[in-house]
């Protein structure tokens, strides 16, 4: 299961003029529910199955994208629930492709047994706002009240890369060693540390032939409170 790509970025580099739609931002454990004839499972971003619950009678397919607000440390200050933040298919039909307010449209349409509320803790949907309350609710970031901002446009169908503005931004650094041999051998080494994800930085070397660039791992993590050209 694939999960939206995140851009972060500081309220310095904010931009609601891209971006119609706002929420803050929700601190728990990412899972997908998918929901499927007597079964409904919960998944990790990993794919790792969290909880399998039998349901009482049969049902469409759907599957349900939320934060299980449980076992973190924002969390522990609430009781245990999921916040549903997006849907890929509705009893039976696929809105991946749909507009964002349209997916939250239909994933509360999904009928959610009371068996599975019950495993989940109850289950809620995030709250969406214009993104011209972008700012004064950024108040509420810095009063410590809330995590950070999740930026969206509505058009957009599940997959798009969403804004994520925090306090304060971290970038993995990861070195690579370049190998200038077509052959593979190391006839001269070069090395460079790139800023970004680990599944940036493999990108960024896929245009590279013959397997001549290396990834070897991240060497140390920065953390700042504002995104330059340069990370």
């Known amino acids: 299961?694939?999960?939206?790509?995140?851009?972060?970025?500081?309220?310095?580099?904010?931009?609601?003029?891209?971006?119609?739609?706002?929420?803050?931002?929700?601190?728990?454990?990412?899972?997908?529910?998918?929901?499927?004839?007597?079964?409904?499972?919960?998944?990790?971003?990993?794919?790792?199955?969290?909880?399998?619950?039998?349901?009482?009678?049969?049902?469409?397919?759907?599957?349900?994208?939320g934060e299980w607000m449980v076992g973190t440390t924002r969390a522990k200050k609430s009781e245990k629930r999921l916040v549903v933040f997006d849907c890929l298919e509705a009893s039976g039909w696929s809105v991946e492709a749909r507009t964002y307010l349209h997916r939250m449209l239909e994933a509360k349409r999904v009928t959610i047994p009371q068996n599975l509320s019950e495993v989940l803790g109850g289950v809620e949907y995030?709250?969406?706002?214009?993104?011209?309350?972008?700012?004064?609710?950024?108040?509420?970031?810095?009063?410590?009240?809330?995590?950070?901002?999740?930026?969206?446009?509505?058009?957009?169908?599940?997959?798009?890369?969403?804004?994520?503005?925090?306090?304060?931004?971290?970038?993995?650094?990861?070195?690579?060693?370049?190998?200038?041999?077509?052959?593979?051998?190391?006839?001269?080494?070069?090395?460079?540390l790139t800023p970004g994800g680990e599944e940036v930085v493999r990108a960024r070397l896929s245009p590279l032939a013959d397997a001549s660039a290396f990834h070897v791992g991240r060497v140390f993590k920065c953390q700042g409170g504002e995104v330059t050209a340069r990370g």
């Open 126 to 192: 995030v709250e969406t706002f214009n993104s011209s309350h972008a700012l004064k609710m950024w108040n509420q970031v810095e009063s410590g009240d809330e995590e950070g901002l999740i930026l969206r446009r509505n058009v957009n169908s599940y997959g798009c890369t969403v804004a994520r503005v925090k306090p304060k931004v971290e970038r993995d650094y990861f070195a690579t060693i370049i190998h200038t041999s077509p052959e593979g051998k190391a006839l001269s080494v070069g090395g460079s």
């Open 1 to 65: 299961m694939y999960r939206n790509n995140y851009a972060d970025n500081t309220v310095k580099n904010m931009n609601t003029k891209h971006h119609d739609l706002v929420q803050f931002k929700l601190d728990g454990m990412w899972v997908c529910v998918e929901i499927e004839g007597s079964w409904a499972v919960v998944r990790t971003r990993q794919g790792k199955i969290r909880e399998k619950v039998r349901l009482p009678e049969p049902q469409p397919r759907s599957i349900l994208v």
